[in-house]
């Protein structure tokens, strides 16, 4: 019995061994990826909040869509579905195009980063009351407003701004 665990110990090894050396090039690209994906999920957490305080009276009613289970979903899928495309990508890169130099690694991480930090300027622009600073207003502008995806209404009736007008009008 123990040889048998020895065997397979041995066999677990050298194929981890074998992994860390075939893809060491495309560690460095996967923990940008990671603190990318790990950065919208924190910035998301943010705009969580910032629409609890926004709209206290629909969130009391719906429950926000970021929570622990959401962030488990992140690590659990999005991750992994992510870092899985970079090591496709860098074994087409270096076992299909071996005559072309094309860094298709590197450009697949690219664009996972690009799509991640398009998500965190859309969290950031997101439920923004109108006296924020210009450049979120200008994100708000050409981004989509978030807040409904976090909750169950449209905050297009409900905006922080028509909320602040309202304010505003009655003192």
């Known amino acids: 019995m123990t040889d048998i665990s020895k065997i397979i110990f041995s066999a677990f090894g050298g194929l981890l061994g074998w992994f860390i050396g075939q893809f060491r090039p495309t560690f460095p690209l996967i923990i940008v990826v990671i603190i990318f994906i790990v950065y919208d999920a924190y910035t998301a957490y943010k705009l969580d909040k910032r629409a609890h305080k926004a709209y206290p009276d629909e969130t009391k009613r719906h429950e926000a869509k970021f929570t622990s289970f959401a962030f488990g979903k992140v690590v659990k899928n999005t991750i992994p579905n992510r870092l899985m495309l970079i090591i496709l990508a860098y074994l087409v890169e270096h076992w299909v195009f071996i005559h072309v130099k094309i860094p298709l690694s590197y450009i697949v991480t690219g664009v996972i980063c690009f799509e991640q930090f398009w998500s965190i300027l859309e969290n950031e622009a997101s439920c ?3 006296t924020e600073s210009r450049f979120f207003r ?32 009655k003192n």
């Open 128 to 130: 923004r009351p109108v």
């Open 138 to 169: 200008f994100l708000q502008r050409i981004m989509v407003d978030k807040t409904a995806r976090h909750f169950d209404f449209d905050p297009g009736d409900y905006s922080v701004n028509n909320k602040q007008t309202e304010e505003n009008e």
